[in-house]
Protein backbone atom coordinates (compact mmCIF):
# COMPACT_ATOMS: atom_id res chain seq x y z
CA UNK A 1 0.00 0.00 0.00
CA UNK A 2 2.78 2.28 1.01
CA UNK A 3 4.43 2.33 -2.72
CA UNK A 4 1.05 2.66 -3.92
CA UNK A 5 0.77 6.09 -1.68
CA UNK A 6 4.14 7.42 -2.66
CA UNK A 7 3.29 7.07 -6.46
CA UNK A 8 0.01 9.09 -5.74
CA UNK A 9 2.13 11.53 -3.96
CA UNK A 10 4.16 12.52 -6.28
CA UNK A 11 1.56 12.83 -8.51
CA UNK A 12 -0.07 15.47 -6.69
CA UNK A 13 3.46 17.32 -5.96
CA UNK A 14 3.13 17.24 -10.11
CA UNK A 15 -0.55 18.55 -10.18
CA UNK A 16 -0.30 20.87 -7.12
CA UNK A 17 2.72 22.48 -9.79
CA UNK A 18 1.12 22.18 -12.66
CA UNK A 19 -2.20 24.07 -11.87
CA UNK A 20 -0.17 27.21 -10.77
CA UNK A 21 1.86 27.20 -14.19
CA UNK A 22 0.36 30.33 -16.91
CA UNK A 23 -0.16 28.27 -19.48
CA UNK A 24 -2.19 25.53 -17.96
CA UNK A 25 -4.62 28.39 -16.15
CA UNK A 26 -4.55 29.50 -19.70
CA UNK A 27 -6.06 26.43 -21.23
CA UNK A 28 -8.98 26.66 -19.75
CA UNK A 29 -10.04 22.80 -20.23
CA UNK A 30 -6.66 21.64 -19.05
CA UNK A 31 -6.86 23.66 -15.85
CA UNK A 32 -10.48 22.47 -14.92
CA UNK A 33 -9.48 18.86 -15.70
CA UNK A 34 -5.88 19.30 -13.64
CA UNK A 35 -8.36 21.15 -10.44
CA UNK A 36 -10.49 17.81 -10.46
CA UNK A 37 -7.60 15.88 -10.14
CA UNK A 38 -6.17 17.73 -7.66
CA UNK A 39 -9.32 17.58 -5.42
CA UNK A 40 -9.44 14.46 -5.86
CA UNK A 41 -5.70 13.62 -4.85
CA UNK A 42 -5.46 16.23 -2.12
CA UNK A 43 -8.41 13.89 0.00
CA UNK A 44 -6.55 11.02 -0.74
CA UNK A 45 -2.83 12.14 0.47
CA UNK A 46 -4.61 13.67 3.46
CA UNK A 47 -5.83 10.15 4.22
CA UNK A 48 -2.41 8.67 3.56
CA UNK A 49 -0.50 11.29 5.95
CA UNK A 50 -2.68 10.11 8.85
CA UNK A 51 -2.58 6.63 7.62
CA UNK A 52 1.20 6.84 7.67
CA UNK A 53 1.27 9.07 11.09
CA UNK A 54 -0.30 6.09 12.09
CA UNK A 55 1.97 3.41 11.22
CA UNK A 56 5.04 5.70 12.08
CA UNK A 57 2.87 6.05 16.00
CA UNK A 58 2.69 1.68 16.23
CA UNK A 59 6.13 0.99 15.50
CA UNK A 60 7.25 3.93 18.13
CA UNK A 61 5.05 2.53 20.80
CA UNK A 62 6.08 -1.26 19.82
CA UNK A 63 10.13 -0.48 20.13
CA UNK A 64 9.16 1.84 23.99
CA UNK A 65 7.20 -1.64 24.84
CA UNK A 66 10.02 -3.75 24.09
CA UNK A 67 12.99 -1.74 25.56
CA UNK A 68 10.42 -1.88 28.95
CA UNK A 69 12.43 0.92 30.88
CA UNK A 70 9.61 3.22 32.06
CA UNK A 71 6.86 1.92 33.47
CA UNK A 72 4.68 5.14 33.18
CA UNK A 73 6.41 5.14 28.93
CA UNK A 74 5.26 1.94 28.41
CA UNK A 75 1.47 2.66 29.67
CA UNK A 76 1.32 5.76 27.26
CA UNK A 77 2.91 3.27 24.29
CA UNK A 78 0.07 0.73 25.31
CA UNK A 79 -2.50 3.00 24.97
CA UNK A 80 -0.67 4.86 21.83
CA UNK A 81 -0.53 1.10 20.38
CA UNK A 82 -4.11 0.31 20.67
CA UNK A 83 -5.07 4.05 19.19
CA UNK A 84 -2.84 2.98 16.31
CA UNK A 85 -3.94 -0.48 15.88
CA UNK A 86 -7.94 0.27 15.70
CA UNK A 87 -7.15 3.14 13.21
CA UNK A 88 -5.07 1.78 10.37
CA UNK A 89 -7.55 -0.96 9.20
CA UNK A 90 -10.57 2.11 9.00
CA UNK A 91 -7.93 4.05 7.34
CA UNK A 92 -7.02 1.30 4.98
CA UNK A 93 -11.01 0.73 3.90
CA UNK A 94 -11.00 4.14 3.01
CA UNK A 95 -7.75 4.96 1.76
CA UNK A 96 -9.26 1.51 -0.89
CA UNK A 97 -12.27 3.47 -1.51
CA UNK A 98 -10.79 6.32 -2.79
CA UNK A 99 -7.80 4.52 -4.82
CA UNK A 100 -11.17 2.88 -6.80
CA UNK A 101 -10.86 4.84 -9.92
CA UNK A 102 -13.75 7.91 -9.93
CA UNK A 103 -16.28 8.17 -13.13
CA UNK A 104 -15.19 11.66 -14.47
CA UNK A 105 -18.56 12.57 -14.58
CA UNK A 106 -18.92 12.56 -11.33
CA UNK A 107 -18.50 16.19 -10.36
CA UNK A 108 -20.52 17.20 -13.37
CA UNK A 109 -23.68 19.31 -12.71
CA UNK A 110 -27.09 17.70 -14.50
CA UNK A 111 -30.19 17.85 -15.92
CA UNK A 112 -33.07 16.10 -15.01
CA UNK A 113 -35.94 14.98 -16.84
CA UNK A 114 -39.09 13.66 -15.20
CA UNK A 115 -41.82 12.07 -17.66
CA UNK A 116 -45.18 10.85 -16.61
CA UNK A 117 -45.37 6.96 -18.47
CA UNK A 118 -48.41 4.37 -17.91
CA UNK A 119 -51.13 5.46 -16.13
CA UNK A 120 -52.71 8.74 -17.48
CA UNK A 121 -53.47 11.75 -14.85
CA UNK A 122 -52.09 9.53 -12.03
CA UNK A 123 -48.79 8.77 -13.84
CA UNK A 124 -48.48 12.89 -14.55
CA UNK A 125 -49.49 13.76 -10.54
CA UNK A 126 -46.71 11.04 -9.47
CA UNK A 127 -44.33 12.42 -11.70
CA UNK A 128 -45.38 15.72 -9.95
CA UNK A 129 -44.57 13.89 -6.55
CA UNK A 130 -40.50 12.74 -8.10
CA UNK A 131 -39.99 16.30 -8.71
CA UNK A 132 -41.21 17.58 -5.09
CA UNK A 133 -38.74 14.51 -3.97
CA UNK A 134 -35.66 15.55 -6.26
CA UNK A 135 -36.25 19.55 -5.42
CA UNK A 136 -36.29 18.66 -1.71
CA UNK A 137 -33.28 16.27 -1.34
CA UNK A 138 -31.38 18.90 -3.57
CA UNK A 139 -32.02 21.49 -1.26
CA UNK A 140 -31.29 19.40 1.66
CA UNK A 141 -28.18 18.89 0.28
CA UNK A 142 -27.38 23.03 -0.35
CA UNK A 143 -27.51 22.57 -4.47
CA UNK A 144 -29.17 25.11 -6.58
CA UNK A 145 -32.26 23.80 -8.82
CA UNK A 146 -33.16 26.11 -12.10
CA UNK A 147 -36.29 25.01 -13.87
CA UNK A 148 -35.76 24.49 -17.66
CA UNK A 149 -39.25 24.19 -19.17
CA UNK A 150 -42.66 21.58 -18.35
CA UNK A 151 -46.05 20.92 -19.53
CA UNK A 152 -48.30 20.25 -17.18
CA UNK A 153 -50.51 17.62 -16.32
CA UNK A 154 -54.26 17.85 -16.50
CA UNK A 155 -55.52 16.94 -12.98
CA UNK A 156 -51.72 18.28 -11.87
CA UNK A 157 -48.23 17.12 -11.82
CA UNK A 158 -46.44 17.16 -15.08
CA UNK A 159 -46.47 15.27 -18.23
CA UNK A 160 -42.62 16.36 -18.45
CA UNK A 161 -40.21 18.65 -16.32
CA UNK A 162 -37.21 19.45 -16.87
CA UNK A 163 -34.97 21.61 -14.55
CA UNK A 164 -31.34 21.70 -13.92
CA UNK A 165 -29.37 20.79 -10.84
CA UNK A 166 -25.73 22.91 -9.72
CA UNK A 167 -23.36 21.78 -6.57
CA UNK A 168 -21.09 19.50 -5.63
CA UNK A 169 -21.16 15.87 -7.25
CA UNK A 170 -24.32 16.40 -8.28
CA UNK A 171 -24.36 13.54 -10.90
CA UNK A 172 -21.90 10.69 -8.93
CA UNK A 173 -24.50 10.81 -6.07
CA UNK A 174 -28.06 11.21 -8.18
CA UNK A 175 -26.56 9.08 -11.70
CA UNK A 176 -28.49 5.65 -10.07
CA UNK A 177 -31.64 7.60 -9.90
CA UNK A 178 -32.12 7.31 -13.91
CA UNK A 179 -34.77 4.71 -14.94
CA UNK A 180 -38.55 3.92 -14.51
CA UNK A 181 -40.24 4.68 -11.07
CA UNK A 182 -43.31 3.19 -10.45
CA UNK A 183 -46.28 3.79 -7.78
CA UNK A 184 -49.12 1.57 -6.45
CA UNK A 185 -51.48 3.78 -4.43
CA UNK A 186 -55.14 4.47 -4.89
CA UNK A 187 -55.43 7.36 -7.31
CA UNK A 188 -57.41 10.49 -6.05
CA UNK A 189 -59.74 10.08 -8.85
CA UNK A 190 -60.60 6.43 -7.76
CA UNK A 191 -63.76 5.84 -6.30
CA UNK A 192 -64.00 2.23 -5.10
CA UNK A 193 -60.74 2.54 -3.20
CA UNK A 194 -58.80 -0.09 -5.94
CA UNK A 195 -54.99 0.32 -5.90
CA UNK A 196 -53.41 1.03 -9.33
CA UNK A 197 -50.20 1.13 -10.57
CA UNK A 198 -48.38 3.80 -12.42
CA UNK A 199 -45.16 4.83 -14.06
CA UNK A 200 -42.57 7.57 -14.33
CA UNK A 201 -39.23 7.94 -15.76
CA UNK A 202 -36.33 9.76 -14.46
CA UNK A 203 -33.63 11.08 -16.35
CA UNK A 204 -30.36 12.41 -14.60
CA UNK A 205 -28.06 13.52 -17.71
CA UNK A 206 -24.44 14.85 -16.71
CA UNK A 207 -24.60 18.64 -17.99
CA UNK A 208 -22.50 18.91 -20.87
CA UNK A 209 -19.59 21.73 -20.91
CA UNK A 210 -18.99 23.50 -23.92
CA UNK A 211 -15.86 21.41 -24.37
CA UNK A 212 -17.29 18.12 -24.17
CA UNK A 213 -19.25 18.82 -27.37
CA UNK A 214 -19.20 21.13 -30.09
CA UNK A 215 -22.94 22.10 -31.68
CA UNK A 216 -22.60 22.98 -35.08
CA UNK A 217 -25.47 25.63 -35.14
CA UNK A 218 -25.87 25.30 -39.15
CA UNK A 219 -27.52 21.84 -37.93
CA UNK A 220 -29.78 23.38 -35.55
CA UNK A 221 -33.34 24.47 -36.81
CA UNK A 222 -34.22 27.38 -34.51
CA UNK A 223 -37.84 28.04 -33.73
CA UNK A 224 -39.48 30.91 -31.59
CA UNK A 225 -43.00 30.55 -29.89
CA UNK A 226 -44.70 32.44 -27.35
CA UNK A 227 -44.22 31.07 -24.07
CA UNK A 228 -47.45 28.94 -21.90
CA UNK A 229 -47.31 29.66 -18.15
CA UNK A 230 -46.34 31.57 -14.96
CA UNK A 231 -44.51 34.56 -15.90
CA UNK A 232 -47.12 37.70 -16.20
CA UNK A 233 -47.91 39.96 -18.77
CA UNK A 234 -45.58 38.67 -21.54
CA UNK A 235 -46.55 35.46 -21.70
CA UNK A 236 -48.38 34.64 -24.84
CA UNK A 237 -47.64 38.30 -26.00
CA UNK A 238 -44.11 37.89 -26.64
CA UNK A 239 -41.84 35.40 -28.76
CA UNK A 240 -39.25 34.37 -25.95
CA UNK A 241 -39.82 30.68 -25.91
CA UNK A 242 -37.03 28.73 -27.57
CA UNK A 243 -36.90 25.46 -29.59
CA UNK A 244 -33.98 24.27 -30.75
CA UNK A 245 -33.82 21.06 -33.25
CA UNK A 246 -30.37 19.27 -33.91
CA UNK A 247 -31.43 18.17 -37.54
CA UNK A 248 -28.85 15.27 -37.95
CA UNK A 249 -30.20 13.30 -34.45
CA UNK A 250 -33.43 15.10 -34.20
CA UNK A 251 -32.89 15.38 -30.69
CA UNK A 252 -35.21 18.83 -29.39
CA UNK A 253 -34.51 21.28 -26.61
CA UNK A 254 -36.95 24.62 -25.61
CA UNK A 255 -36.94 26.44 -22.67
CA UNK A 256 -39.84 29.30 -21.91
CA UNK A 257 -38.72 29.98 -18.46
CA UNK A 258 -37.22 33.53 -19.01
CA UNK A 259 -38.88 36.64 -20.28
CA UNK A 260 -35.67 36.98 -22.39
CA UNK A 261 -35.14 34.94 -25.43
CA UNK A 262 -31.64 35.40 -25.44
CA UNK A 263 -31.34 33.62 -22.04
CA UNK A 264 -34.21 31.12 -23.00
CA UNK A 265 -31.91 30.06 -26.10
CA UNK A 266 -28.89 29.94 -24.19
CA UNK A 267 -30.83 27.59 -21.69
CA UNK A 268 -31.95 25.29 -24.42
CA UNK A 269 -28.60 25.16 -26.19
CA UNK A 270 -27.39 23.61 -22.63
CA UNK A 271 -29.89 21.20 -22.79
CA UNK A 272 -29.20 20.17 -26.23
CA UNK A 273 -25.60 20.10 -25.71
CA UNK A 274 -26.18 17.35 -22.41
CA UNK A 275 -28.27 15.40 -24.41
CA UNK A 276 -25.61 14.89 -27.50
CA UNK A 277 -23.47 14.42 -24.77
CA UNK A 278 -25.41 11.99 -23.33
CA UNK A 279 -26.65 9.88 -26.39
CA UNK A 280 -22.57 9.31 -26.61
CA UNK A 281 -22.09 8.72 -22.91
CA UNK A 282 -25.07 6.30 -22.55
CA UNK A 283 -23.79 4.33 -25.22
CA UNK A 284 -20.41 3.78 -23.48
CA UNK A 285 -22.23 2.83 -20.47
CA UNK A 286 -24.03 0.59 -22.41
CA UNK A 287 -20.79 -1.10 -23.29
CA UNK A 288 -18.95 -0.93 -19.44
CA UNK A 289 -22.23 -2.60 -18.31
CA UNK A 290 -21.95 -5.34 -20.79
CA UNK A 291 -18.46 -6.21 -19.69
CA UNK A 292 -19.20 -6.18 -15.53
CA UNK A 293 -22.84 -7.29 -16.13
CA UNK A 294 -23.80 -4.22 -13.33
CA UNK A 295 -27.83 -4.06 -13.30
CA UNK A 296 -26.67 -0.25 -11.24
CA UNK A 297 -24.73 1.25 -13.97
CA UNK A 298 -26.40 -0.48 -17.03
CA UNK A 299 -27.46 3.08 -18.54
CA UNK A 300 -30.67 0.99 -19.54
CA UNK A 301 -33.61 4.37 -19.19
CA UNK A 302 -36.37 1.74 -19.98
CA UNK A 303 -35.29 -0.52 -16.50
CA UNK A 304 -38.19 -0.57 -14.01
CA UNK A 305 -35.89 0.40 -11.12
CA UNK A 306 -37.81 1.44 -7.73
CA UNK A 307 -41.38 0.84 -6.43
CA UNK A 308 -43.68 3.21 -3.91
CA UNK A 309 -45.93 1.21 -2.47
CA UNK A 310 -48.74 3.15 -0.61
CA UNK A 311 -50.58 0.71 1.33
CA UNK A 312 -47.73 -0.93 2.83
CA UNK A 313 -45.43 2.43 3.39
CA UNK A 314 -42.55 0.90 1.52
CA UNK A 315 -39.95 1.72 -1.11
CA UNK A 316 -37.91 -1.39 -3.31
CA UNK A 317 -35.08 -0.59 -5.02
CA UNK A 318 -34.74 -4.18 -7.71
CA UNK A 319 -31.88 -3.34 -8.62
CA UNK A 320 -30.01 -4.20 -5.60
CA UNK A 321 -33.40 -5.99 -3.63
CA UNK A 322 -33.49 -3.13 -1.06
CA UNK A 323 -36.68 -2.25 0.75
CA UNK A 324 -37.09 0.32 3.38
CA UNK A 325 -40.09 0.87 5.01
CA UNK A 326 -40.09 4.73 4.90
CA UNK A 327 -42.49 5.59 2.40
CA UNK A 328 -43.50 9.40 3.51
CA UNK A 329 -40.03 10.51 4.42
CA UNK A 330 -38.46 9.37 1.72
CA UNK A 331 -40.73 10.72 -0.50
CA UNK A 332 -40.73 14.12 0.82
CA UNK A 333 -36.89 14.02 -0.09
CA UNK A 334 -34.97 11.74 1.55
CA UNK A 335 -34.13 9.28 -0.65
CA UNK A 336 -29.99 9.46 0.83
CA UNK A 337 -30.42 5.77 2.52
CA UNK A 338 -31.42 4.76 -1.20
CA UNK A 339 -28.29 6.46 -2.75
CA UNK A 340 -25.90 5.56 -0.14
CA UNK A 341 -26.66 1.53 -0.45
CA UNK A 342 -26.63 2.45 -4.49
CA UNK A 343 -23.27 3.75 -4.31
CA UNK A 344 -21.85 1.03 -1.52
CA UNK A 345 -22.91 -1.91 -3.67
CA UNK A 346 -21.01 0.26 -6.98
CA UNK A 347 -17.97 0.50 -4.95
CA UNK A 348 -18.12 -2.95 -3.62
CA UNK A 349 -18.54 -4.26 -7.11
CA UNK A 350 -15.58 -2.14 -8.50
CA UNK A 351 -13.59 -2.86 -6.15
CA UNK A 352 -14.06 -7.07 -6.83
CA UNK A 353 -13.61 -5.89 -10.35
CA UNK A 354 -10.01 -3.91 -10.18
CA UNK A 355 -8.82 -7.11 -7.52
CA UNK A 356 -6.34 -6.05 -5.04
CA UNK A 357 -5.59 -2.60 -5.55
CA UNK A 358 -2.99 -2.39 -2.73
Request: proline share 3%.
Amino acid sequence: MLEKLQIIQQRFDEVSDLIIQPDIIADQKRYIQLNKEYKDLKKLTERADAYKALLANQEEAEAIIKEGSDAEMIEMARMQLEEAKSGIPILEEEIKYLLIPKDPEDTKNVVIEIRAGTGGDEASIFAGDLYRMYSKYCQDQGWKTHFVDANEGTSGGYKEIIFEVSGEEVYGTLKFESGVHRVQRVPQTETQGRVHTSAATVMVLPEAEEFDVEVDMNEVRIDYFCSSGPGGQSVNTTYSAVRLTHEPTGIVAQCQDQKSQHKNKEKALKVLRTRLYEMELSKKQQADAEKRNSLVSSGDRSAKIRTYNYPQGRVTDHRIGLTLYDLQNIINGNVQKLIDELQLYQNTEKLKESGDLL
